[in-house]
C-alpha cells in the first residue's frame, strides 16, 4: 500500500459527526480516528460514573456508530476512538448491544491499562508531583478520584494488526489516535524506534494526528485570522480533514469534495500551533516531535503537504491526568439596566459581600465577570471609564462562589432574591440561583512507562461483519 487516507473524527465530546459521513462517502478513507476526550472530559465521565457505576464513557459514541457504521462497512473503513473514557469495556459494551439490536456486527478492540489510580493512592507509591507547581500528591491523595495515563499508539496497532474493525480505547494521547492506524498500515515500528529515517516517520505521523484531532478545526472551522476568518465558506456544512499518508510519512491535508470549510496554509499552520509549548520538543509517548523544519506547501484546491517533521526518543516516562474533589461552586447571572448600571452593579455585589461576611459563609473565593465586558480576555480587556459603565444599556454581572462545603454553595442562591424589591434596580432578571455543582481539580503529573506498559490490554469483543 503506497499510501492510506486517515480522516478526522470528532475533535472533543459532543462534537457533530454528519461531517464525518461526507469523510466516508466522498474523501476515500481507509480509517477514522476520534477525539473525544479534551483534558476536562474525564471529570464530565467523572461525575457519570458516580451517578451510574455503568457509565464512565463518551456516550455520543453510541448514537455516532449507529449512525456512520453502515456506511464504514460499506466502504471497509475501520474506526478508532478513545471514548472509552474511564469506561472502555462499558463503551465498546454499550456499543455492541446497540448493534445487536439493529442487526449490525463488528470485531470491536478494547484498549484499557491507562488507569494508575492505585498507584496515585498508594501512599508508598511516590511523590507524583504537580507538574506546574511541584507539590506532591500527598495534598489530594485522599481526595483522588481518578487517573489515568496517556497511551501511546502501540496498543492501537495491536489492535488493528488482530482484525479489530473498531478500536474504544481509554486515555490515549490524542494525536496516537492517528499514528497507530498509519503505522499499522505501512508497518511502522513503534518499539525500539530510537534513531534517524523511524523516528522522523513517527514524527511525521504524530504531525498528520495533530493536524487532524481537532476535528473542524483543522479545516477552517475557529479560524481566528483577522480579516480573513470571514473568507472561510459554508462553515455549515464543513467537511472534517483528511490526510493521505505515504510510507515515508509525507502527507497531504485535505477535505472531502464538496464540503465547506477550508484547507490552506494559514488553516493548517493555525492548527500546527494550536496546544503547542515548545515546537521544537512537542512530547508524546511515542515520538518527541521537533516542528523546526516542518514544510507546508499549499498546493490549492484544499491541498497542503506536509514534510519536514524530525522526532527524537519519547521519554521514559508517561502523563498523568488525575482528578481530585476540590469542593463545589454555586453561580448566579445579575443583569442591570441604563441609568447608573455599573454602580447598581457594584452596589449588589457588596450587598452580597457584607451577606457572606455576616452569614459568616465559608469559601474561598467570590470571583466576579462581567458578561459582554471581560468574560472573555479577562485583565486584558481593561474595563471602560466608570461614567462610561454607567451609560451602558446594561450589564450583566456573573458572581461565581468557590466553597469547601455543599450546604454553602446551596444557599448561595437564597442571598439574591429578595433584592428583587430591596436591592438596586436590576430589571434584566437572576439567572442560575439553584446552579450548584461539585468542582474536580486536575492533578497533572508523570509515572514511569514501564509499569503502566506492562499492564496495558487489548481484549476482542464482537463478531466481524
Not at 446 to 455: I, Q
Request: charged share 20%; aromatic share 8%; proline share 5%.
Amino acid at each position: 500500500m503506497n499510501s492510506i487516507r486517515i480522516g478526522a473524527g470528532l475533535g472533543f465530546y459532543g462534537d457533530a459527526w454528519e461531517p464525518i459521513a461526507a469523510s466516508i462517502e466522498r474523501g476515500g478513507v481507509q480509517f477514522i480516528a476520534s477525539d473525544h476526550l479534551a483534558e476536562l472530559t474525564l471529570a464530565i465521565l467523572q461525575k457519570d460514573r458516580q451517578r451510574d457505576p455503568g457509565l464512565g464513557y463518551a456516550r455520543d459514541v453510541v448514537p455516532l456508530l449507529l449512525r456512520l457504521w453502515p456506511l464504514m462497512q460499506r466502504q471497509g473503513v475501520r474506526f478508532v476512538c478513545n471514548a472509552g473514557g474511564l469506561n472502555p469495556r462499558g463503551a465498546a459494551q454499550a456499543v455492541l448491544a446497540a448493534f445487536a439490536a439493529k442487526g449490525l456486527k463488528a470485531r470491536v478492540a478494547v484498549v484499557s491499562g491507562d488507569d494508575v489510580l492505585p498507584r496515585l493512592a498508594d501512599p508508598a507509591g511516590g511523590a507524583f508531583e504537580h507538574l506546574f507547581t511541584g507539590a506532591p500528591v500527598a495534598a489530594v491523595r485522599e481526595r483522588l478520584v481518578f487517573a489515568n495515563a496517556y497511551l501511546g499508539a502501540a496498543p492501537i496497532v495491536r489492535a488493528l494488526d488482530g482484525g479489530a474493525q473498531i478500536v474504544i480505547t481509554g486515555r490515549v494521547a490524542d494525536a496516537a489516535l492517528f499514528l497507530g492506524p498509519i503505522a499499522h498500515a505501512h508497518g511502522w515500528r513503534l518499539d525500539g524506534a530510537r534513531e534517524g529515517e523511524a523516528l522522523d516517520r513517527l514524527a511525521q505521523g504524530l504531525t498528520v494526528g495533530h493536524l487532524l484531532e481537532c476535528s473542524g478545526q483543522g479545516s477552517g472551522g475557529n479560524f481566528g485570522a483577522q480579516g480573513h476568518w470571514q473568507s472561510i465558506p459554508d462553515l455549515a456544512h464543513i467537511g472534517y480533514p483528511i490526510a493521505e499518508v505515504w510510507a515515508d510519512g509525507s502527507a497531504l491535508i485535505t477535505k472531502a469534495p464538496g464540503t465547506g470549510g477550508r484547507v490552506n496554509f494559514d488553516t493548517v499552520r493555525q492548527q500546527l500551533l494550536y496546544e503547542v509549548h515548545d515546537p521544537h520538543a512537542y512530547h508524546s509517548p511515542d515520538v518527541v516531535l521537533d516542528m523546526g523544519g516542518i514544510h507546508l506547501e499549499d498546493l490549492g484546491q484544499d491541498r497542503v503537504r506536509l514534510t519536514g517533521a524530525r522526532g527524537r526518543a519519547s521519554s521514559e516516562r508517561l502523563k498523568v491526568v488525575a482528578g481530585f474533589r476540590d469542593g463545589y461552586k454555586a453561580e448566579v447571572t445579575w443583569g442591570f439596566s441604563w441609568p447608573d448600571a455599573w454602580d447598581k452593579s457594584q452596589q449588589a455585589q457588596a450587598t452580597i459581600r457584607a451577606q457572606l461576611k455576616e452569614r459568616r459563609v465559608p469559601h474561598d473565593e467570590l470571583y466576579v465577570e462581567y458578561p459582554g465586558l471581560n468574560s472573555a480576555h479577562g485583565p486584558l480587556a481593561p474595563l471602560p471609564a466608570v461614567d462610561a459603565l454607567n451609560q451602558l444599556n446594561e450589564i450583566w454581572t456573573r458572581l461565581v462562589l468557590r466553597t469547601p462545603e455543599k450546604a454553602a454553595a446551596e444557599g448561595f442562591g437564597r442571598l439574591f432574591p429578595w433584592m428583587g424589591l430591596s436591592g438596586p434596580a436590576y430589571t434584566c432578571g437572576f439567572t442560575g440561583l439553584h446552579n450548584v455543582s461539585e468542582l474536580l481539580g486536575i492533578w497533572p503529573t508523570l509515572v514511569d512507562r514501564g509499569e503502566v506498559e506492562a499492564g496495558v490490554q487489548v481484549e476482542f469483543m464482537g463478531e466481524a461483519a
